[in-house]
């Protein structure tokens, strides 16, 4: 799956990421001024249950669901290994 690629700063040096379908904007409910784009269209495999490098848990449920994927608060990225 082709997908838009946005990240944001966390307290601690930690950064959450946040993808959703390419060229879709992010859902109101997730939209917020800190989000900043990292990539665009980039192909992912969203079957998979854990998205690398991104930390980002069962992407394909989360986007049926609420139109967009997240980094759990449980594993933030941590800035010296973020992509």
Known sequence: MK??????EEPHQMFSYLIVPQGQDIPPEADNVDWHVRQLA???????????????DNPRAQIAEKGYAITSVYHQVPAQAAP
Do not use: A, F, G, K
């Open 3 to 8: 997908v838009d690629i946005y990240r944001r």
């Open 42 to 56: 980039v192909d992912v495999d969203d079957t998979q249950e854990h998205l690398h490098p991104y930390e980002i």
